[in-house]
């Protein structure tokens, strides 16, 4: 098992930034990939960002590339999602996900998940 624990959501205007981290602990290793989905209201759950566990594989969704950046630090077992340039269509909770293996952007396939971080950017 692993406990996955998110905090850094809240509210910013656009074109501001924030920074959302995750905790993980339990059976993490060396196979563990993590990535960040967001969920808006009414809408199905969508890939953000992941990546490997030692952070040399990254992949991220067309709709925040070039303005989010994900990174870990394994020593003590957080990934991080710094969010710039942030517009009000990227308002949603958060979540953590982790899983072991293959990096893939299906929410599915993801067998960890944390509870969830608001963020609201206006406008």
């Known amino acids: 098992q692993v406990q996955l624990v998110e905090s850094g959501g809240g509210l910013v205007q656009a074109g501001g930034s924030l920074r959302l981290s995750c905790a993980a602990s339990g059976r993490t290793s060396s196979t563990l990939a993590m990535g960040w989905f967001r969920q808006a209201p009414g809408r199905e759950r969508e890939f953000v960002a992941v990546?490997?566990?030692?952070?040399?594989?990254?992949y991220y969704a067309d709709s925040v590339k070039g303005r989010f950046t994900i990174s870990r630090d394994n020593a003590k077992n957080t990934v991080t999602l710094q969010m710039n340039s942030l517009k009000p269509e990227d308002t949603a909770v958060y979540y953590c996900?982790?899983?072991?293996?293959?990096?893939?952007?299906?929410?599915?396939?993801?067998?960890?998940w944390g509870q969830g971080t608001q963020v609201t950017v206006s406008s």
């Open positions: 996900a982790a899983k072991y293996h293959a990096l893939v952007t299906r929410a599915g396939d993801y067998a960890y």
């Open positions: 990546i490997s566990w030692s952070g040399g594989s990254t």
